[in-house]
């Protein structure tokens, strides 16, 4: 396991590659003793050693370490390493000892000390872990469960924070559909803010599935509370829109969206806002925490609608991807009522056939007045001749009994016809 240290660490790779290194050290350094590895809070990986036996008293002692494939290498003259590694795999620090800071500067051997991942079949651990930091007030963290996890298996997660003292077990265990998540209150003092990470584990009750570790740093995946729009006014053909950032945030920390609709444009239109100021504006500058942004050339006579969304920005943080909610939305501007056209659109018709039915009556009455009914001349005649034409009214009579009779017979035939029909 222990060989002689070549260091090609970044700066020293030009000597090692131009053979300096490779010339025999004429006192060679003795091996750091006792290094050992242990782990703290959920991964806290502390390596401890001793110096080396017999050192000379004329070396200041320097230790070099690094991991396995050379990364992270660390000079010091302390005898420990920590570092938060999540613990899903095997991982190695190197540790040498030499009498300067200088890397050249005959190195001894290094030794080597491992810790090995959890116990159980990684592929029933959980996959595709995430978490978010929500309003920096609580964390959201989610999961799937692992390939060959069984369905009904009961999870758990503990964190830890250097602001919490100790290991902290998440109650609020929920299922959303495929995803299994839990979230936990984290509010954490500005002291300690940009300092640590969170700590996580996540594993089930059974201690059948291999324990899943993860590392959240506190600068990223941060989700904003929405932000407050406190006023819209008009000036001088512009439209002013002023909010209230989320607590805790410092507004060059974040960017903005800013969402418009117009009731006469029919897609809304949308700001992306780095630095949210407004010039020339004489009044309302003394709220330190309002925030400004100018709509140009918005016509007052329109309806206005504005909401705005924020996230973080990479002043402040590490990643810009999580938009906050979108605020509420906020209007100024008149626009013809919409009930009123709802109402309208109903009434119209009716109105209309309302006015249709009057006008047929009415109609009917002006037939009447500008046609009146033709006097009968045979009427008149009648009345005239006395009963002279008694006959041919009797035959009148007959003829129209026996029209109705025809009729009464042709209905019953065609009664009996429908019945066998529908028989
Ligand atoms: C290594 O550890 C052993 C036992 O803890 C101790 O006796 C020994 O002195 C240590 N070696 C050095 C060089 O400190
Ligand atoms: C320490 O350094 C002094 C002066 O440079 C030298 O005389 C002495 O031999 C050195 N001691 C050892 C143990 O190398
Ligand atoms: C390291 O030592 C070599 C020679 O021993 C010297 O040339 C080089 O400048 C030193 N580097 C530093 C950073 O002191
Ligand atoms: C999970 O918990 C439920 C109820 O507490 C229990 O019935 C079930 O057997 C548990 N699952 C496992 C894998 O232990
Ligand atoms: C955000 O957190 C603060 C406290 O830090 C709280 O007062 C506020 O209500 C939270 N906002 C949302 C939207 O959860
Ligand atoms: C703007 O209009 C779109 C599409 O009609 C809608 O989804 C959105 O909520 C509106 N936004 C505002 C601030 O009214
Ligand atoms: C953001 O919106 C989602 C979905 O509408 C809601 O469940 C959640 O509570 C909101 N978050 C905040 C901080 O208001």
């Not at 000079?75 to 999540?86: D, G, L, M, N, Q």
């Not at 700590?199 to 993860?214: E, H, L, S, T, W």
């Not at 805790?248 to 060059?252: H, P, Q, V, Y």
């Not at 003394?286 to 918005?298: K, L, Q, S």
């Given at each position: 396991m222990e060989r002689p240290a070549r260091l090609c660490?970044?700066?020293?790779?030009?000597?090692?590659?131009?053979?300096?290194?490779?010339?025999?050290?004429?006192?060679?350094?003795?091996?750091?003793?006792?290094?050992?590895?242990?782990?703290?809070?959920?991964?806290?990986?502390?390596?401890?050693?001793?110096?080396?036996?017999g050192a000379s008293p004329n070396c200041t002692l320097w230790y070099f370490s690094h991991f396995g494939d050379k990364q992270d290498k660390k000079?010091?003259?302390?005898?420990?390493?920590?570092?938060?590694?999540?613990l899903n795999e095997r991982i190695c620090l190197q540790v040498g000892s030499q009498c300067s800071t200088n890397e050249s500067e005959n190195p001894s051997?290094?030794?080597?000390?491992?810790?090995?991942?959890?116990?159980?079949?990684?592929?029933?651990?959980?996959?595709?872990?995430?978490?978010?930091?929500?309003?920096?007030?609580?964390?959201?963290?989610?999961?799937?469960?692992?390939?060959?996890?069984?369905?009904?298996?009961?999870?758990?997660?503990?964190?830890?924070?250097?602001?919490?003292?100790k290991i902290l077990q998440c109650e609020n265990i929920y299922r959303e559909g495929q995803h299994i998540g839990c979230s936990f209150d984290l509010t954490i003092a500005k002291d300690y803010l940009f300092e640590h990470n969170v700590?996580?584990?996540?594993?089930?009750?059974?201690?059948?599935?291999?324990?899943?570790?993860?590392i959240v740093p506190l600068t990223s995946h941060v989700k904003p509370g929405p932000p407050h729009i406190k006023n819209l006014f008009f000036q001088n053909g512009n439209l002013y829109v002023q909010w209230e950032n989320p607590q805790?945030?410092?507004?060059?920390c974040l960017y903005y969206e800013v969402e418009f609709n117009n009731s006469q444009t029919e897609t809304p239109v949308i700001f992306y806002v780095e630095e949210a100021k407004c010039e020339n504006l004489e009044f309302e500058r003394?709220?330190?925490?309002?925030?400004?942004?100018?709509?140009?050339?918005?016509l007052p006579d329109t309806l206005n609608t504005v909401r705005i969304r924020v996230k973080t920005n990479r002043f402040c943080y590490e990643d810009d991807k999580l938009w906050s909610n979108w605020s509420q939305a906020k209007s100024i501007g008149k626009m013809p009522n919409s009930t009123f056209?709802?109402?309208?659109?109903?009434?119209?018709?009716?109105?209309?056939?309302g006015a249709i039915i009057v006008l047929l009556f009415y109609l009917k009455r002006l037939k009447i007045i500008i046609f009146p009914p033709i006097p009968d001349p045979g009427k008149i005649f009648k009345e005239m001749f006395g009963d002279q034409n008694d006959d041919t009214l009797h035959w009148k009579k007959y003829d129209i009994y026996e029209k109705q009779t025809?009729?009464?017979?042709?209905?019953?035939?065609?009664?009996?016809?429908?019945?066998?029909?529908?028989?």
């Open positions: 660490g970044l700066w020293a790779l030009l000597l090692c590659a131009s053979g300096r290194g490779s010339s025999a050290p004429t006192e060679t350094q003795l091996p750091v003793t006792n290094l050992s590895v242990s782990v703290e809070n959920l991964c806290t990986v502390v390596w401890t050693w001793n110096p080396p036996e000079i010091a003259p302390e005898t420990h390493r920590s570092e938060e590694v999540p051997i290094w030794v080597e000390k491992c810790i090995s991942p959890p116990e159980g079949d990684p592929e029933s651990a959980v996959t595709e872990f995430q978490c978010i930091w929500h309003n920096l007030s609580y964390m959201k963290c989610s999961w799937l469960p692992g390939k060959n996890a069984s369905p009904d298996t009961n999870y758990t997660l503990y964190y830890w924070h250097n602001s919490l003292g700590q996580i584990m996540v594993k089930d009750i059974a201690g059948k599935i291999r324990p899943f570790f993860n805790n945030f410092f507004s060059r003394n709220a330190e925490d309002t925030i400004c942004f100018m709509i140009p050339g918005v056209y709802v109402t309208m659109l109903l009434i119209i018709p009716v109105v209309l056939a025809k009729e009464e017979t042709d209905s019953v035939v065609l009664i009996e016809n429908l019945k066998k029909a529908s028989q």
